[in-house]
């Protein structure tokens, strides 16, 4: 069986965005960028399958601009096999990219899909949906385990009561949550191999899919900041805070 | 506009998400129909629940064991027709709302709003992005809207003074892609998480589950709060998944939030910083928390949490 697992090149997780002064959006320029957190647990996943003998190759693709090159490296030190680079200078919405994952679904016939739950830069939360509805197959969201068994695989999902376990008929697309797994750090000598591994690189146009945003960005703003507080000196100096806020039983 | 809201519920009851997302719905200023899909007796009072929300129009009621878990093919199967009808779908940003809607607006061929916070215009709308610490205002020109509703961000429709009619109606009941294998609920007599009116959220600084509950529970108690967690607390398995607070667990927004041993990540600040007081316990002075904070306490938790509680 083959995984693809889609990869997003976005803000590092550790850097504090900051809106740009036109309000046009954030400002990246000379900021650092990473690969999408969910996706690196998304990869990881791929990888135990396939050290666990239930996958064969994992392929990594991303959309987006000739540098998400660095993040299909990042995944194959991590162990995937090959990569396809999808190269636009453009925004792509999920959609559009749902659209893209759809036609390499299609070349590369996997029995997994495992995408992030969410991309961190635009906080979506739509892709992986949006790629199971237009190939018309299953989905196993936010992910916490994903278990092979036959030709079916058991997700249990983080949902807002607790926890939740579907089975899904495969080929089947899967988003990753946090507690999936904890990622790897590459090797150095996986790092060098993942150098020598094929990125094949294609356009939007090339799978015939039109990238023009669907949605029109009017501003983008800081959001409302809080007031400065207090500090108070003592356990009790905030009993009487607290007191005075009227919630207590 | 004709606007389709799909109802999250339980137990026969509506959940507060599903009338927060009603009065969104309200504001793109035309019918309101509530879809309601679920299985047996809870379905139908959850349908004559919505029958009473001020503001709807009309309730209709999916009555099929194949819609009982919500599984995101069926209930996209249900809704995709529908919409020849409707101009919106409005589903609540729940984990529920998070599945389905994506896939319903790719089945439409439309580009969902994720998380809209507010309503500008019939087509235009803000929502948080890079973790809510920048706003993005949008227009949506797509033939049909589909959109998720921060439920923190609107105000609940009142329950009752409506009185809507209750139509069936049927779907293409199971898909046979997927099915429900079990669920671990985490029941509890406590305020839900995302409507409390004051939660109590603790860190990594909490060491362990047995300290955890400690040090938390009792404070939440006397205060009946929901509780809270970081990530870090999550992970290391002092208390469930479900309790997480953050860009990747739930929002929350209570009149009273009371942060104790979290540091204030950009990731957890994006899950309650819309809290009306913010009440921070921390040892360290320059925790980023305190920057959010209305009131700090520099100290340890396991000497100032427990006096606290008990001088409440
Ligand atoms: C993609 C992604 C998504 C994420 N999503 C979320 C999310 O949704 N929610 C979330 O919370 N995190 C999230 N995180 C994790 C986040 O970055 C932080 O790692 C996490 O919030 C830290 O949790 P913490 O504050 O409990 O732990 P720490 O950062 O370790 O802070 C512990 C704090 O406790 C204090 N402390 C220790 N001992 C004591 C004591 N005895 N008395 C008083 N204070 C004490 C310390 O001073 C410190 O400030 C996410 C991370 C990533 C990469
Ligand atoms: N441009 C992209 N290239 C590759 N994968 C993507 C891209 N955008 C989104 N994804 C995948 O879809 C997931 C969810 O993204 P989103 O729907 O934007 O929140 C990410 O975690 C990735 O796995």
Same mark, same amino acid.
């Given at each position: 069986?083959?995984?693809?697992?889609?990869?997003?090149?976005?803000?590092?997780?550790?850097?504090?965005?900051?809106?740009?002064?036109?309000?046009?959006?954030?400002?990246?320029?000379?900021?650092?960028?990473?690969?999408?957190?969910?996706?690196?647990?998304?990869?990881?996943?791929?990888?135990?399958?396939?050290?666990?003998?239930?996958?064969?190759?994992?392929?990594?693709?991303?959309?987006?601009?000739?540098?998400?090159?660095?993040?299909?490296?990042?995944?194959?030190?991590?162990?995937?096999?090959?990569?396809?680079?999808?190269?636009?200078?453009?925004?792509?919405?999920?959609?559009?990219?749902?659209?893209?994952?759809?036609?390499?679904?299609?070349?590369?016939?996997?029995?997994?899909?495992?995408?992030?739950?969410?991309?961190?830069?635009?906080?979506?939360?739509?892709?992986?949906?949006?790629?199971?509805?237009?190939?018309?197959?299953?989905?196993?969201?936010?992910?916490?385990?994903?278990?092979?068994?036959?030709?079916?695989?058991?997700?249990?999902?983080?949902?807002?009561?607790?926890?939740?376990?579907?089975?899904?008929?495969?080929?089947?697309?899967?988003?990753?949550?946090?507690?999936?797994?904890?990622?790897?750090?590459?090797?150095?000598?996986?790092?060098?191999?993942?150098?020598?591994?094929?990125?094949?690189?294609?356009?939007?146009?090339?799978?015939?899919?039109?990238?023009?945003?669907?949605?029109?960005?009017?501003?983008?703003?800081?959001?409302?900041?809080?007031?400065?507080?207090?500090?108070?000196?003592?356990?009790?100096?905030?009993?009487?805070?607290?007191?005075?806020?009227?919630?207590?039983? | 506009?004709?606007?389709?809201?799909?109802?999250?519920?339980?137990?026969?009851?509506?959940?507060?998400?599903?009338?927060?997302?009603?009065?969104?719905?309200?504001?793109?200023?035309?019918?309101?129909?509530?879809?309601?899909?679920?299985?047996?007796?809870?379905?139908?009072?959850? &349908?004559? !629940? %919505?029958?009473?929300? *001020?503001? /709807?129009?009309? @309730?209709?009621?999916?009555? =099929? #064991?194949?819609?009982?878990?919500?599984?995101?093919?069926?209930?996209?199967?249900?809704?995709?027709?529908?919409?020849?009808?409707?101009?919106?779908?409005?589903?609540?940003?729940?984990?529920?709302?998070?599945?389905?809607?994506?896939?319903?607006?790719?089945?439409?061929?439309?580009?969902?709003?994720?998380?809209?916070?507010?309503?500008?215009?019939?087509?235009?709308?803000?929502?948080?992005?890079?973790?809510?610490?920048?706003?993005?205002?949008?227009?949506?020109?797509?033939?049909?809207?589909?959109?998720?509703?921060?439920?923190?961000?609107?105000?609940? &429709?009142? !329950? %009752?003074?409506?009185? *809507?009619? /209750?139509?069936? @109606?049927?779907?293409?009941? =199971? #898909?046979?892609?997927?099915?429900?294998?079990?669920?671990?609920?985490?029941?509890?007599?406590?305020?839900?998480?995302?409507?409390?009116?004051?939660?109590?959220?603790?860190?990594?600084?909490?060491?362990?589950?047995?300290?955890?509950?400690?040090?938390?529970?009792?404070?939440?108690?006397?205060?009946?709060?929901?509780?809270?967690?970081?990530?870090?607390?999550?992970?290391?398995?002092?208390?469930?998944?479900?309790?997480?607070?953050?860009?990747?667990?739930?929002?929350?927004?209570?009149?009273?939030?009371?942060?104790?041993?979290?540091?204030?990540?950009?990731?957890?600040? %994006?899950?309650?910083?819309?809290?009306?007081?913010?009440?921070?316990?921390?040892? =360290?002075?320059?925790?980023?928390?305190?920057?959010?904070?209305?009131?700090?306490?520099?100290?340890?938790?396991?000497?100032?949490?427990?006096?606290?509680?008990?001088?409440?």
């Amino acid at each position: 069986m083959k995984i693809l697992v889609p990869v997003k090149r976005v803000i590092d997780y550790n850097v504090r965005p900051r809106v740009k002064a036109d309000g046009s959006g954030v400002d990246l320029a000379n900021v650092k960028m990473s690969m999408n957190p969910f996706d690196e647990i998304a990869v990881e996943q791929a990888v135990r399958l396939k050290e666990a003998g239930q996958a064969e190759e994992i392929v990594v693709v991303s959309v987006g601009p000739a540098k998400a090159a660095d993040t299909l490296r990042s995944a194959m030190a991590m162990g995937a096999d090959r990569a396809v680079l999808v190269q636009t200078e453009e925004t792509v919405e999920p959609l559009a990219v749902a659209k893209i994952l759809k036609a390499v679904f299609e070349a590369e016939q996997p029995g997994l899909v495992i995408l992030g739950k969410q991309a961190i830069d635009d906080d979506c939360n739509q892709t992986g949906q949006m790629l199971a509805a237009l190939t018309g197959r299953p989905q196993g969201t936010f992910a916490s385990k994903v278990e092979i068994a036959g030709d079916s695989v058991n997700v249990t999902r983080e949902v807002d009561g607790g926890l939740e376990t579907i089975a899904l008929t495969m080929p089947a697309i899967v988003t990753a949550d946090l507690r999936l797994n904890e990622p790897r750090y590459a090797s150095l000598p996986n790092i060098m191999k993942a150098k020598k591994k094929p990125i094949d690189t294609k356009t939007p146009e090339d799978f015939g899919v039109d990238v023009t945003p669907r949605l029109k960005v009017l501003k983008v703003s800081e959001p409302a900041g809080r007031a400065a507080g207090v500090l108070v000196g003592s356990v009790d100096e905030l009993v009487a805070k607290i007191k005075d806020m009227g919630v207590v039983a | 506009m004709k606007a389709l809201v799909l109802a999250e519920h339980g137990g026969g009851a509506l959940k507060d998400s599903t009338l927060s997302t009603i009065t969104a719905a309200t504001q793109l200023g035309g019918d309101v129909t509530v879809l309601v899909a679920g299985s047996g007796a809870e379905a139908q009072q959850a &349908a004559d !629940a %919505a029958a009473q929300v *001020a503001g /709807v129009a009309r @309730v209709l009621l999916a009555d =099929d #064991a194949a819609y009982g878990q919500m599984l995101a093919e069926n209930v996209a199967a249900l809704i995709v027709p529908l919409m020849d009808s409707h101009d919106a779908l409005l589903c609540p940003a729940t984990s529920n709302g998070k599945n389905i809607a994506p896939r319903v607006a790719a089945l439409l061929d439309v580009m969902q709003v994720s998380d809209v916070l507010s309503i500008e215009g019939e087509r235009t709308f803000t929502r948080p992005i890079y973790a809510g610490n920048a706003i993005a205002t949008v227009e949506s020109a797509e033939a049909k809207l589909v959109l998720t509703v921060r439920g923190t961000s609107f105000a609940k &429709a009142e !329950a %009752a003074g409506g009185s *809507a009619p /209750v139509e069936p @109606v049927g779907g293409s009941g =199971d #898909a046979g892609l997927s099915r429900f294998v079990g669920c671990e609920d985490s029941a509890s007599d406590r305020p839900e998480l995302t409507s409390a009116g004051v939660v109590v959220s603790g860190g990594r600084a909490l060491k362990d589950a047995e300290t955890f509950e400690a040090i938390i529970t009792p404070l939440a108690d006397k205060l009946h709060a929901a509780i809270g967690a970081s990530r870090a607390a999550v992970d290391a398995g002092y208390i469930g998944n479900d309790h997480q607070v953050g860009q990747t667990g739930k929002i929350v927004a209570p009149e009273v939030y009371i942060a104790v041993g979290i540091s204030g990540a950009i990731q957890h600040l %994006a899950g309650m910083k819309d809290s009306k007081i913010i009440i921070a316990i921390n040892k =360290d002075p320059d925790a980023p928390i305190f920057q959010v904070a209305d009131v700090g306490l520099v100290a340890d938790i396991f000497e100032a949490v427990p006096e606290l509680t008990s001088k409440l």
